[in-house]
């Protein structure tokens, strides 16, 4: 049951107008950004067919995800451990701990010496990358086309929990640019909406730990728990059969 208001929590009604804070992202390593730069006279020229190239190219880019594919490994800017990406003429430019429009207006600056008439720069995140651990339907390693991302959309992704994951101890795995947390989290409560870890951010891992009936070997739901039981029972009555006939 998701989005309870649990007790001893404030009450957050149906219709509420919840606030909530979204910080802007911060680059780090292993992020892929992906950098578009366009001059005025391509603009000019080329600006209608190059929007109905990006059709097709969004078109072919949605293909790929869906399928799990990593589309912007292969076009985008990866950040190495040093917090670096390497750009033509540019060269080596350290990005790590910017935001997005920071990295715009960096690169816009350096190209103006190269550079005479006006450019137009545009920089993305390569798509939200995230893993799924444990109890989920299909768990795996996804990327989504969109700038943010909240926990319970990436968990549609992953086909939602199964009936035996614990959903008031789901581990998430952060990465910061120190170095990686823990954090444990309750999809539960209403109240997760208020918290940093509502929306996801790129490299997070969700990990749902299962309940004890999985832990002791247990169905699902009770028509398998029972099921399970009865055919012990079974097995064992055979045994002491064939026993008591020695």
Request: charged content about 20%; hydrophobic content about 40%.
């Amino acid at each position: 049951m998701y989005y309870q208001n649990l007790e001893g929590n404030s009450v957050i009604q149906d219709g509420e107008l919840i606030s909530y804070e979204l910080p802007e992202y911060r680059l780090q390593f292993n992020d892929i950004i992906d950098i578009q730069i366009q001059t005025v006279e391509q603009i000019l020229k080329d600006g209608l067919t190059s929007k109905i190239q990006n059709e097709a190219n969004n078109a072919v880019f949605g293909q790929i995800a869906q399928s799990g594919g990593d589309i912007y490994y292969m076009t985008g800017y990866t950040i190495d451990k040093n917090g670096f990406i390497r750009m033509p003429l540019l060269g080596e430019i350290q990005v790590n701990d910017m935001t997005l429009d920071e990295v715009r207006i960096l690169v816009e600056s350096s190209l103006k010496k190269y550079v005479t008439s006006e450019i137009f720069v545009r920089v993305k995140l390569g798509g939200i990358r995230f893993s799924t651990l444990g109890e989920f339907r299909r768990p795996g390693k996804y990327v989504v086309l969109q700038d943010r991302l909240t926990i319970f959309e990436a968990i549609a992704q992953a086909g939602d929990m199964t009936t035996v994951a614990k959903r008031d101890q789901v581990i998430l795995v952060r990465q910061y640019p120190d170095g990686t947390k823990l954090h444990r989290i309750n999809l539960n409560d209403r109240q997760i909406i208020q918290t940093p870890y509502y929306f996801i951010q790129p490299n997070d891992q969700i990990y749902a730990e299962p309940l004890k009936t999985r832990e002791i070997g247990t169905g699902e739901n009770t028509a398998q728990t029972v099921a399970l039981i009865l055919s012990s029972i079974t097995a064992v009555a055979l045994v002491l059969n064939i026993i008591l006939q020695n």
